[in-house]
Each structure stands twice: as C-alpha cells, then as structure tokens.
C-alpha cells in the first residue's frame, strides 16, 4: 500500500489506516513495517498519552515512599515501572478491542482499530496479547515477592473493565481501579509492604482517573447513545463540568492527605499545587460540544501528573543531598 508522504519526506498513515483520537505524525510510522503497523495501533503505541497515564501513578508512589525516607528516587524502578507501562498498557488495550471490536466498529472514532476494521483477525490479537503479557510479566519478576502479587492481582480490574460499559454508568470508575494501580505498586516495590500513604495515592489517582476518561468519552457521547453504551460522560450530562471538578478536587485532598501521612518536604507540596492548578485550568476550559478540545484535555493530563511526579521526586532528592 502507498503511503502519502509529508513535506520532510516522513511517511505518514494512511485515512484508511489512521484513527481520529492518535497521531498519523508519530515517529513510529517512520520506522515500522506495513506488517507492523495494525499492532502499533492495537498497543496503541501511536497514542503514548496512555502508557503515560498508566505509569504515573507507578511513578508517583515509588517516589512518595523513597521520599517518606529521606531517599533520592530508585531510578531502576522508574525505567522498570516505564517498561511495564507500555506492556501492560497494550495488553490492556489489545484485550479491551478484542471485547469490543463488534462495538467499535459502530462508534465513528474507534471503527478504524484493527480487529473492528477486520485488518487483523482475533486469533492474530491473542498472541500478540500473550507475548505483551510475558513481557509485563518479566518485568513484574524483576520486583520483590511481595510487589509481585500486588501486580498480579489488578489483573481482576483489568479483565472486568471492558464489560463495565454494558451494565453501568461508571465504566470509568472500573477503568481507575486498573489504571490507578500504580499508586500501590510503586510503594510495594520500594517498601516490600503497603501502608496509608500508597492506599490514599491510590484513591486519589482513582478520583483523576474518573474525571478524565470523564473528559475523554465526550468525545463518544453521540454514537454511545445510539448503541447504548454507558458512560460517566452521559450520566453527568450538562453538569459535566461541576462533576469533574468534584472528582478533581477529591482528588488534590486524597494526593495531600498522603502527603501528609508519608511526611515529605515543601517540594512535594509545590507539586502538588502545580498538579492542582492544572486541574482546574481543565475543569475551566472542558466544553461538551468541542470534541477537539475533549482530546487536548484528555491528552493534558500527561503534563498535570508529570507536574506532581516532579515535586514528589525533587523533594527527596533534595532531602538527600541536604
């Protein structure tokens, strides 16, 4: 298949191949093989907004507990944690469009994934669902016993979530049960244990979840009434916004009450205003008419957690070299 070139000479993807919510720019379609490219798509290794949303939390909690030691972050942890991330991210995702792919391919922003556009066959999918879980797997080998089995056991969550659109409003309370994970896999791994300060960023990463995959089915909300599929977006309805400030602010307590209870320093506290004012510049600017805007929200919150992230670390750097 020819594929159109841009202005440098870079190949892009083409209509046919390319999905509304991802980037037909991204640096991976320079370099992968036409054969590669319906996998690429079912990791959703064109769409890194995900993986970072898995990971931050992970990140999150791994520094909240070397911080409430007065220790620098555990750097291997971080490049572990990055590469679980974008496994189990895609496996998440191949097993979620195996679900749904009869779904998908009726919902205008999803009809293009591989398996509802029929470019790869479920059978295809499952094996490559089995190699991404084996790579999850080794790195989860790679932490103590104890973090192992908290890894393990959000499997529950991960395997529940694609059915929770079927029978309840709050499919997105399901998805920030497996996505917010991270906020006690961090800490195990670190401390071989959990304690108030992992359960609470946990919750707290829970909260954002909601509130912005709340953000992000805005986007469905039209296709999702004809076929029926529910969403914390279509219950809220006209009070999306005061909702999502609701599960924001709940979300900026929970982060500050772990704070508190792992006893760092004022540069997790500046990150954590930084991460709050975020928030509510997205609350402020969501308009439930603008699915382009939905996106760039949605896609934001990369850049919110990572603000968090860099307090939290900083302060036990800090604290380390003092």
């Given at each position: 298949?020819?594929?159109?070139?841009?202005?440098?000479?870079?190949?892009?993807?083409?209509?046919?191949?390319?999905?509304?919510?991802?980037?037909?720019?991204?640096?991976?379609?320079?370099?992968?093989?036409?054969?590669?490219?319906?996998?690429?798509?079912?990791?959703?290794?064109?769409?890194?907004?995900?993986?970072?949303?898995?990971?931050?939390?992970?990140?999150?909690s791994s520094a909240l507990a070397t911080s409430s030691l007065g220790l620098a972050p555990n750097l291997l942890h971080f490049l572990l944690l990055l590469i679980g991330a974008v496994a189990m991210r895609g496996a998440?995702?191949?097993?979620?469009?195996?679900?749904?792919?009869?779904?998908?391919?009726?919902?205008?922003?999803?009809?293009?994934?591989?398996?509802?556009?029929?470019?790869?066959?479920?059978?295809?999918?499952?094996?490559?669902?089995?190699?991404?879980?084996?790579?999850?797997?080794?790195?989860?080998?790679?932490?103590?016993?104890?973090?192992?089995?908290?890894?393990?056991?959000?499997?529950?969550?991960?395997?529940?979530?694609?059915?929770?659109k079927r029978t309840t409003s709050w499919p997105q309370a399901a998805l920030g049960l497996a996505f917010a994970w991270g906020g006690l896999m961090g800490w195990a791994a670190i401390m071989g244990s959990l304690a108030?300060?992992?359960?609470?960023?946990?919750?707290?990463?829970?909260?954002?979840?909601?509130?912005?995959?709340?953000?992000?089915?805005?986007?469905?909300?039209?296709?999702?009434?004809?076929?029926?599929?529910?969403?914390?977006?279509?219950?809220?309805?006209?009070?999306?916004?005061?909702?999502?400030?609701?599960?924001?602010?709940?979300?900026?307590?929970?982060?500050?009450?772990?704070?508190?209870?792992?006893?760092?320093?004022?540069?997790?506290?500046?990150?954590?205003?930084?991460?709050?004012?975020?928030?509510?510049?997205?609350?402020?600017?969501?308009?439930?008419?603008?699915?382009?805007?939905?996106?760039?929200?949605?896609?934001?919150?990369?850049?919110?957690?990572?603000?968090?992230?860099?307090?939290?670390?900083?302060?036990?750097?800090?604290?380390?070299?003092?």
């Amino acid at each position: 298949m020819t594929r159109p070139a841009n202005a440098a000479g870079t190949e892009r993807t083409t209509p046919t191949e390319a999905l509304p919510d991802a980037r037909p720019d991204h640096p991976i379609w320079r370099y992968a093989p036409p054969g590669f490219r319906p996998y690429i798509q079912l990791a959703r290794l064109d769409r890194p907004i995900g993986w970072w949303l898995l990971l931050l939390p992970c990140w999150w909690s791994s520094a909240l507990a070397t911080s409430s030691l007065g220790l620098a972050p555990n750097l291997l942890h971080f490049l572990l944690l990055l590469i679980g991330a974008v496994a189990m991210r895609g496996a998440g995702s191949t097993y979620n469009d195996l679900v749904d792919r009869d779904i998908d391919a009726r919902v205008e922003r999803t009809r293009n994934r591989p398996l509802a556009s029929r470019r790869l066959r479920p059978r295809q999918a499952l094996v490559f669902l089995v190699l991404e879980c084996l790579v999850g797997l080794a790195v989860l080998l790679c932490f103590n016993w104890f973090a192992i089995g908290v890894g393990l056991s959000s499997l529950v969550f991960v395997v529940i979530y694609p059915f929770m659109k079927r029978t309840t409003s709050w499919p997105q309370a399901a998805l920030g049960l497996a996505f917010a994970w991270g906020g006690l896999m961090g800490w195990a791994a670190i401390m071989g244990s959990l304690a108030w300060p992992a359960f609470l960023i946990y919750a707290a990463a829970i909260l954002w979840t909601i509130g912005y995959d709340t953000i992000y089915a805005l986007q469905d909300i039209r296709d999702d009434s004809i076929i029926g599929v529910r969403s914390t977006a279509r219950l809220f309805g006209a009070s999306v916004r005061p909702a999502v400030a609701m599960l924001f602010a709940g979300a900026i307590l929970l982060t500050e009450a772990a704070l508190l209870t792992a006893r760092v320093g004022p540069l997790a506290q500046l990150g954590l205003l930084a991460f709050a004012a975020h928030l509510m510049w997205q609350v402020r600017a969501i308009d439930p008419d603008d699915q382009r805007k939905a996106l760039l929200l949605f896609r934001s919150n990369r850049d919110a957690g990572l603000l968090l992230f860099a307090g939290i670390a900083l302060d036990g750097l800090v604290a380390r070299i003092v």
